[in-house]
Structure formats: structure tokens, C-alpha cells
């Protein structure tokens, strides 16, 4: 189970985070930045998994942005690792060619928010198709 | 405009803190905001209650606090419109979490919503539940979530898959409801609804046992011929990632599959072949399908055995090993980890790998592969596996030696063939990473080399040798001092060599010089400088020539400000001066450690490692649970004696002055009970100073508890002076006092104080002869009473001593009443050893407490 899902950019700047498990605000706090320090002095050539107090971390950074999602000692990392990057994929095909500015601006509007909660849900896979969550958020989009 | 009002718009305030150049001015701006929307809340603003709304949220984003704004999350969700709802809903999971109150409000909203004609907002509203609800909304929604199962919008039928997913998480108990609706869903053709069908199956079967059952009789069958039809399926292009059809589908299938199959046979042959298929035919030179191959592989692991299956698993893992992708390298380390248990064999053939990874840079891989070398010894590679591992030591990363240290340390014990392969890695790794050794290893390492009599004069060689090399690591400083004051004499006479050693000269005042060095040293702590001190009391005795040198050092410590060194100093100064001729006989070689019960006694500290194999010389016997409470005691264990509960030191003493042993020998098994350091301790404490209850402190270097129990303190009592007397005067044991040794056992009067008398009478069981009974009298010689009256005794190991209880415990004065207390005792060593007690017996006089303590020697000796 994912129990949380951070975006954080290279200074620390939380764009987005969302939490599965109950935590209070300065626990949460206390995690961003802890996971923040983790990831962000990782080289390039280790693994993209990292342990974290009692779970796991698993993180790819693309350009300024790193995607950090906690799951359980005993989830499978490689499946999460194309987890994350399906979501890039769908946050690219809404934005084309999404940069950091992209999500700060639109992140309670349907995009990136929205995208999360049709693509995850109580911290488990919803859909696996790219191109059913595209549509859906279509669907939404009309009813603004 | 004001541009703080609540007219702005989002992007305009985003913008305004975007340009903040300080966070003062950040803190400003959200603070006027935060200001203006409260006024609105206030107000009961409607119209911009949705954009406030989405600026708190990214005000909360920031990291304020934003509680102010929970109300009206509730009443946009409570608004009829769905643009309302849906920041509603947001606002709803980002600023709150279950274990808020308000929450509960929420959940008459919620039902209506998901009662919703409207399937967006049912959609929404099964969004935040799935994502928040606590076990209260959880329980009154559930019916709802439950008819939402069958649906006809399958993108509801997915959200309430996953919305039910939480709320059996929440409560376990409904979990029975959700069988049926779950059953149905797995037949999906739905990827959407299939996958989150096959999340809740999963996720019921951990929760549920009744639901596992069921599923494995009934849908296995299916599961399996889903993922074949996956498996074979054409090139699908909506679901389509790296030439695999829908990847998470297939690593969730085999999920469930490993769930269902684990501990049943039947279940585990239903998917035999798939399983197969799939570890043969997916690709791996992509994340996608690596990422299958390693469910397939977990999945293998954990199911009923099949050996062709296994092989094939221990194949991939061995493959992606040597794949040039440190995630892929992670992965199989950890798999590996799991397949030691099921086919050591296999994973050994890739020992070398694994050693490889050990070396990595990356810190993450380095762990896992430490933790999976040290399941892979065993007897037949511990040699080279330690000698590899050593050599990384020395070029490891200060965070990674101490794991390291650890590790090789724990092998080393453990596999160790012969003992002087133990003592040469011990002193290598002493020497590399001293520092991080912990006490209970050094403390090992000394009782084996007290134990390898024939290796002593070689240890004590090369422990000079390696403290003239680095004198940094503390540890090896302790040990060194140890041996180079218990054989000085060995590395003197270059006694004992082995053919591998060089001869090396050594003159007395060198091996003076190192000692003095360790407790001149400014890093040296408090228990190296004692083991220093009293190192060099043992070579002033065996080099007679240093003698004068050794005390001006010893006399250096005489004002020190921390207590021991003092304490130490000031005594073996007076025993080089005054005490010549008890000298050598205090400081004698010292009787060799008894490995057994010292290791018994860490085996309940050390952590549980997967022992593949019987170790020889240097085994620990684990699961031996010795009382904790008496270190002591064990350390001067005189019999191999199931443990008897602890009884205090001093019964030892009096062993030895009861039983007349002789000092000891050097005999590699010799028990001889000679006085170890602490008895020594005491008896100076007798001799030179007042007795000093200081002397309790003493730490006992070879004990592993450093706090040491009231079992010295009671040694004190032995300053009664007929004993003294007899320990100064050459160890002759006290006199037993006359007693009749005819077959009719006579009483005796155990104990007698100005106050207190007390007497034994004895009977024995016919045909028992082992066991006493004993009929004990008090009487009150005084002229008070004594209350509260109790009376407690304690022998050494090998009795066994079981009392009753007593008759009362008033005792009136004057002898005018008596208590009487029955005592049963059985003698392990009848006819050899006779008896002997040692009593505590307190009692209140006029409210005051009074304690009395004893020993009773004069018990008849064929008892």
C-alpha cells in the first residue's frame, strides 16, 4: 500500500503531497523535509529505493522535480517505479511537456490533484490505462 | 482593487507570494489572506467560498495552519453544485485526516452524495472516503459502499472497490460482506475493475481467514486462466507499457496468486504452469518486465515447493545479479535473502557476486548484501569469506564499519574453527576497527584466549606487536593490557612459541613501557586506565626487577579525582610495599574462564542468526537461560549444576574455606575456584583498608554486567575476624567446629548473637539420604520482642534449599516463646561436600529495623 506521495523540488518546495495514512501536520512536515534530505543527495547510480524508519522510499527525479512514493517493506519497488512513471507520462500528456511552474498553478484546479485521485486511490493502483484516466478527466473538465 | 480582498483570484495570489523575496514577507502575505478569508467565513460569503477555499489549500501547502477553514470544507460539500463539491472534497483530504471530529459531520453529507443521482458525485464522494473515512463512517457507510459494488458505471464499481478496501482495513468484521460482491468482480474484463477487484480479494484474504478459503476454492481456477489470457494477449495499445500488456495487472494477479497458493498444495499445482510461462517468456531487458519477473520470482518463493519451479526462480535472481542496474541489484539481493531458506546450495554458486556488492558504493546494495553473506557461512568457506571481509574493513566508510564490525565479529564466534584462526582475526579486526567492537566481544575474546593455554605466549606476542603498531583503538589497548599482565612472563621468555612466529626480544621494562603508556594516554577511559593499574600490580609481581618503577607509576594515580583509580592505586601500592608475601599469591595466573557458562550467559543477548551448521572449538550453546542476576556467580561456577536460583557470592568463599581446594593450577580445565579479581579485592579490603563498601563497585572486567549486585556486598560480612584471621594467615580453611559425627545428627546451634540464638535439629528421610530436613528455633535472648521477625537463608550451587514457612513472627523476649521454621535440604554432593548456609535474619525492636547476617560452618559433615 502507498501510504504517501510527495513532489518536492530541489530546495525542498513541497508541490504536492498526499497522505494516506493519518498524520498530524507537523509529523507531516517532519516527513517532507526528512524525505527530502534522503533523496536529495542520492548519486544518480544507486538504486532508487531507499529505506525510510520502518518503509520504504522509492523516488525518480525528472528535471527539478523528485516523486517520492512510501510504500511497505513488502511491496514490489520495480512495479512502483513504473507507477510513477505512468503518472509522469499522464501529467505530460495534459500539460505537454509539464514543467514545475505547471503544478504550482494548476494544483487544485482538475489537473494535478484530481488526476492523483483517478489514478490512486486509498493508497492502492485504481487504473491502469492511460487513456481511460484522460478521458475521465475530460469528463470532469465539462462539468466546471 | 485591495489586492488582499477576497475578490483575488487564485493565480493572483500565488503570484504575490511567488514573489516574495524573504520569508517575512511570505509570512505577511499569507497572513493577510489568511485574515480576509476568515473575514468571509464570517460573513457566510458565498460566492467566493469555493476560490477561498482552493487559496487555503495552498496556503496549507505552504505549510500554515489553516484549521479555520474546515467548516467550509463542510459546507461546500453540503452545496448543491458539483464545482462546490469537488473543492469541497479536496479541501476535505488535504486538511483533514481521520482522526479529526469534525469528520463526523461530514458523514450524513457523504451518504446523500453517494446516494447521488449524479455518478460524478458519487464518484467523489467514494474518493473521500476511500481516502479518509475513520472506523465510525466506515461502519455506517458500508452498505452503501457495498451496493455501489455492482453498479453499472464501472468507474464507480472501481472506487467502491478500493473505497472497501479501507473500510475492511477499518473493520475487520465486514469483512464477510464483501465475499459475494468480490467474487463477481474477478471476472471483470474491465482492467480497471479487474485490478481493483483483485486489490480488495487480496487485501480480504490478509484480513479475513474464512475469505482466503473461500477464494482459493473458487476462484483460483479463474485467477490463473485471467492471467493466462493476459499473458498470450495481442499488442493492446491503450494498456500497453514497454511490449507488456497492462504490467500492474499482471504483478497484481501474481500477487493474489502467491496469497492463495501459499501453505496449500492443490492451489500451489493450479498455477504451476502459468507461473512458468511467465518466468520463461517475459522479457527482461525493460523495467516492466523485470518488475514481473520479480513478483513471479517472490511468488515461487513463497509457495508450496516445486522444484523445477525453484530452480528456475534461483536462475533470474542469479541473472539479475550481474545486471548492470543497481535497482535490479537490490532486488535480487533481497529475494536471495529469502531463497537461503528454501535452497542454501544455489545461492552459495553466486557467493562471489554477492562479495562483489558487499564493495559497492552504493550504500543501500552494500547492506543488503553484508546481511546476505553472513546468512551464506558456514564451515567450509568461513575462512576466506572473514579474510575478504577483513580486507574490506580496512577501506570501508566510518558508517558502515560499525555494521561490518558487527557482522565479522558475530561470524568469527560463530564458525570459527580453531582457535588461534579466532585469535589472529579477532586481533586484526581489534586492530582495524577496535572502536567499534562491542564489550561483550572483547570480553569473549578474553575468555578463549584464557582458555587456549597453548596459544598464550603467542597471543601476548602478537598483541606487542599490534599495539607498537596503532595504539588508537581502545579495545585492543584493553586486551593487550590483560594479556601482557597475565603472561608478561611468556612474552619475556619468548615461552611457547609457535613455528609461524618470529622471535621477538622483549625486555621487562618494554613491556612496563607499553602498560604505562595505556594509562599515560589521554584517550584511555576509565576501565582501560583500571585494567592498567592492575596489570601492572601482576608484573611487578612477575618482574620482581621492575618492581620500584612500577610502583612510582602506580603511585601517580594516588590522587586521582575518580574514585577507582584512587581506590586502586592507593591498594596495590600498600600490597608492593607492606604485602610482599601475599603478592604472588595474589596475583597468580588466573583460573582459565569457563567458556560454557560465559557463553550461556551472552546466548540470551546476542540476537538470533540462522546457524546452518555446528560450529567446533568456539560454540556458544544458545537457549542455556541463566539467571541474569548473578554474574558473579557464574564466572566462579564450580559445578556443571542445572542453575539454581542466585544466590549471593559469598557462598564461594565459603566453599572454598569449607572444602580446603588448593590455589590454582594451569591446567586447561581446571575449575579450581581461586580467588578471581573481586575476591581479591575483598580480601584487601579486609586487610589493608576499613572494610569500603566502595569495594562493591569494583567493576569485574570479565563479567558483561557492569553494574555489579549486592553478591559482592554481602562478602563483607566475612570481616568477622575469626575469618580474616584465617585468609591472611595462608588460606587455611576454618575449622570446622566440632560436631559429632555419629550416625544420630546432633543439633547444632547455628547462629548465636547477643540477642538471637538460633538451632538446627536434623532428621533425614530413610533411604534419602541426600535431603535434611531441619527444624530451626529462634530465641530471643534480649529483653525486647522482636516483630516483623524474618528469616532467610542462602547456599551454595550445589544444594538445594527449600523453606518453610515459619511459625510466626513475633518472637517475645527473653526466651519466654520461640518461632520455629522447617528448612528441607538436598545435598547434590552428599558424602563429598558438606553443608553450608549462609542466613539473613531481620526483625524490628521498638519500630527500629535490625539485621542480623551469618554464615553457619558447624553443620555435621556427613549431612
Avoid at chain 2, 298 to 320: P, Q, Y
Wanted: proline share 4%; hydrophobic share 40%.
Amino acid at each position: 500500500m502507498i501510504r504517501f506521495i510527495l513532489l518536492q523540488n530541489r530546495q525542498g518546495k513541497t508541490r504536492l503531497a498526499k497522505y494516506y495514512v493519518p498524520l498530524e501536520d507537523s509529523e507531516k512536515h517532519k516527513v517532507e523535509y526528512e524525505v527530502h534530505r534522503l533523496v536529495v543527495n542520492r548519486d544518480p547510480k544507486f538504486t532508487n529505493f531507499v529505506e525510510f524508519r520502518t518503509h520504504k522510499v522509492i523516488y525518480r527525479r525528472y528535471a527539478g522535480l523528485f516523486f517520492s512514493l512510501c510504500v511497505d517493506i513488502t511491496d514490489n519497488e520495480l512495479a512502483y517505479l513504473e507507477c510513477i512513471h505512468l503518472f509522469v507520462e499522464i501529467l505530460d500528456h495534459f500539460f505537454s511537456n509539464v514543467c514545475e511552474l505547471d503544478l504550482v498553478f494548476n494544483f487544485h484546479k482538475v489537473l494535478v490533484y484530481l488526476i492523483l485521485d483517478e489514478f490512486i486511490l486509498a493508497g492502492e493502483l485504481q487504473e491502469t490505462s492511460k487513456r481511460a484516466i484522460i478521458e475521465r478527466m475530460g469528463e470532469l473538465e465539462k462539468l466546471e | 482593487m485591495n489586492p488582499f480582498s477576497s475578490g483575488t483570484r487564485l493565480r493572483d495570489m500565488i503570484r504575490a507570494i511567488r514573489a516574495c523575496k524573504t520569508a517575512a514577507e511570505e509570512r505577511a502575505v499569507v497572513r493577510k489572506e489568511c485574515a480576509a478569508i476568515r473575514a468571509a467565513i464570517n460573513e457566510n460569503d458565498q460566492d467566493y467560498r469555493h476560490r477561498n477555499l482552493a487559496k487555503l489549500m495552498f496556503i496549507h501547502m505552504l505549510g500554515y495552519p489553516t484549521h479555520f477553514g474546515q467548516m467550509e470544507c463542510l459546507k461546500l460539500i453540503a452545496s448543491p453544485g458539483f464545482p462546490e463539491k469537488r473543492i469541497g472534497y479536496l479541501g476535505l483530504m488535504l486538511l483533514l485526516d481521520e482522526r479529526q471530529e469534525v469528520l463526523m459531520l461530514v458523514t450524513n453529507s457523504v451518504k446523500q452524495d453517494l446516494n447521488h443521482t449524479n455518478q460524478y458525485i458519487v464518484g467523489l464522494a467514494l474518493c473521500a472516503l476511500g481516502n479518509i473515512c475513520s472506523a465510525e463512517m466506515a461502519r455506517d457507510l458500508a452498505p452503501e459502499v457495498e451496493r455501489l459494488l455492482q453498479f453499472r458505471d464501472p468507474n464507480i464499481r472501481k472506487k467502491a472497490a478500493l473505497c472497501s478496501i479501507r473500510i475492511i482495513k477499518k473493520v475487520p468484521d465486514l469483512a464477510e460482506n464483501f465475499i459475494n460482491p468480490v467474487a463477481a468482480l474477478l471476472k471483470e474484463k474491465h482492467h480497471g475493475v479487474l485490478i481493483t477487484g483483485i486489490q480488495l480479494c487480496t487485501d480480504l484474504c490478509k484480513v479475513s481467514p474464512e475469505a482466503l478459503e473461500y477464494f482459493r476454492k473458487k476462484c483460483t481456477d479463474g485467477l490463473v486462466r485471467t492471467l493466462r489470457d493476459l499473458v498470450n494477449s495481442p499488442y493492446a495499445p491503450e494498456y500497453d507499457i514497454a511490449g507488456i500488456t497492462d504490467p500492474f495487472l499482471h504483478i497484481r494477479l501474481l500477487k493474489l496468486l502467491r496469497v492463495l497458493g501459499q501453505g496449500d498444495a492443490d492451489a500451489s499445482d493450479a498455477m504451476n504452469d502459468i507461473l512458468a510461462q511467465v518466468a520463461t517468456k517475459t522479457e527482461s531487458n525493460k523495467n516492466a518486465g523485470n518488475a514481473i519477473l520479480y513478483e513471479c520470482v517472490e511468488t515461487i518463493m513463497s509457495i508450496e515447493d516445486n522444484g523445477g519451479l525453484r530452480v528456475l526462480a534461483i536462475n533470474i535472481l542469479g541473472r539479475f545479479l550481474s545486471n548492470r542496474d543497481n535497482n535490479i541489484r537490490y532486488v535480487a539481493l533481497n529475494m536471495l535473502m529469502r531463497a537461503i531458506t528454501v535452497d542454501a546450495q544455489a545461492v552459495q554458486r553466486h557467493r562471489s557476486t554477492i562479495l562483489e556488492c558487499v564493495k559497492d558504493s552504493d550504500a543501500s546494495i552494500r547492506k543488503r548484501a553484508l546481511e546476505l553473506v553472513y546468512l551464506l557461512v558456514n564451515e567450509s568457506n568461513v575462512k576466506p569469506l572473514t579474510k575478504e571481509l577483513v580486507d574490506y574493513l580496512e577501506v570501508s566508510d566510518q558508517d558502515f564499519k560499525g555494521d561490518l564490525t558487527a557482522k565479522i565479529c558475530s561470524i568469527i564466534e560463530k564458525f570459527s574453527p580453531e582457535k588461534i584462526w579466532y585469535i589472529d582475526q579477532m586481533l586484526k579486526v581489534l586492530t582495524e576497527a577496535g572502536n567499534f567492537v562491542k564489550d561483550e566481544v572483547w570480553h569473549a575474546l578474553v575468555v578463549v584466549i584464557s582458555n587456549a593455554s597453548d596459544l598464550h605466549g603467542y597471543t601476548v606476542r602478537a598483541l606487542f606487536r599490534a599495539l607498537q603498531t596503532t595504539a588508537e583503538q581502545e579495545s585492543l589497548v584493553r586486551v593487550a593490557v590483560w594479556c601482557i599482565g597475565e603472561y608478561g612472563d611468556l612474552l619475556v621468555n619468548n615461552a611457547g612459541m609457535l613455528n609461524v612466529e618470529d622471535p621477538i626480544t622483549v625486555t621487562e621494562s618494554d613491556a612496563v613501557d607499553v602498560v604505562e603508556s595505556a594509562i599515560k594516554r589521554h584517550a584511555s577511559d576509565l576501565t582501560t586506565k583500571s585494567m592498567a593499574l592492575i596489570a601492572l600490580l601482576k608484573l611487578s609481581s612477575r618482574f620482581p626487577s621492575c618492581s620500584g618503577r612500577i610502583k612510582d607509576i602506580v603511585v601517580q594515580h594516588k590522587g586521582s579525582l575518580v574514585l577507582e583509580l584512587q581506590q586502586r592505586s592507593l591498594e596495590f601500592n600498600s600490597i608492593i610495599e607492606k604485602h610482599q608475601n601475599i603478592r604472588s599469591a595474589l596475583v597468580e595466573r588466573m583460573p582459565v574462564l569457563d567458556e560454557a557458562s560465559f557463553g550461556g550467559r551472552r546466548a540470551s543477548s546476542l540476537p538470533n542468526t540462522v546457524s546452518t551448521s555446528n560450529g567446533t572449538a568456539v560454540k556458544l550453546p544458545n537457549g542455556v537461560a541463566k539467571p541474569s542476576a548473578a554474574p558473579l556467580v557464574d564466572l566462579l561456577d564450580l559445578s556443571d549444576d542445572v542453575p539454581a536460583p542466585s544466590s549471593s557470592g559469598g557462598d564461594f568463599l565459603q566453599d572454598l574455606l569449607g572444602v580446603d581446594l588448593a590455589p590454582a593450577t594451569q591446567s586447561g580445565t581446571s575449575q579450581a575456584p581461586k580467588a578471581g579479581t573481586d575476591v581479591l579485592l575483598d580480601l584487601l579490603s579486609i586487610g589493608s583498608n576499613p572494610a569500603q563498601d566502595n569495594s562493591v563497585s569494583t567493576p569485574d572486567i570479565l563479567s558483561s554486567a557492569q553494574d555489579h549486585k549486592p553478591a559482592i556486598a554481602s562478602l563483607d560480612v566475612l570481616a568477622a575476624p575469626s575469618n580474616m584471621m584465617d585468609l591472611l594467615d595462608g588460606f587455611t580453611p576454618a575449622p570446622p567446629k566440632p560436631a559429632n559425627n555419629g550416625p544420630a545428627y546432633p543439633s547444632i546451634v547455628a547462629f548465636e548473637s547477643s540477642s538471637l540464638r538460633l538451632t538446627f535439629n536434623f532428621s533425614k528421610q530413610p533411604g534419602n539420604p541426600q535431603t535434611t530436613t531441619i527444624s530451626g528455633t529462634f530465641t530471643n535472648l534480649s529483653s525486647n520482642v522482636f516483630t516483623d521477625f524474618v528469616f532467610q537463608a542462602a547456599v551454595p550451587k550445589f544444594l538445594q534449599l527449600h523453606l518453610d514457612p515459619a511459625s510466626g513472627n513475633s518472637l517475645p523476649a527473653s526466651g519466654n516463646g520461640t518461632i520455629t521454621q522447617s528448612l528441607k535440604v538436598t545435598n547434590s554432593q552428599h558424602g563429598k561436600k558438606p553443608l553450608v548456609m549462609r542466613l539473613r535474619i531481620a526483625y524490628k525492636v521498638d519500630g527500629k529495623d535490625v539485621l542480623e547476617e551469618g554464615q553457619i560452618n558447624n553443620f555435621p559433615r556427613d549431612l
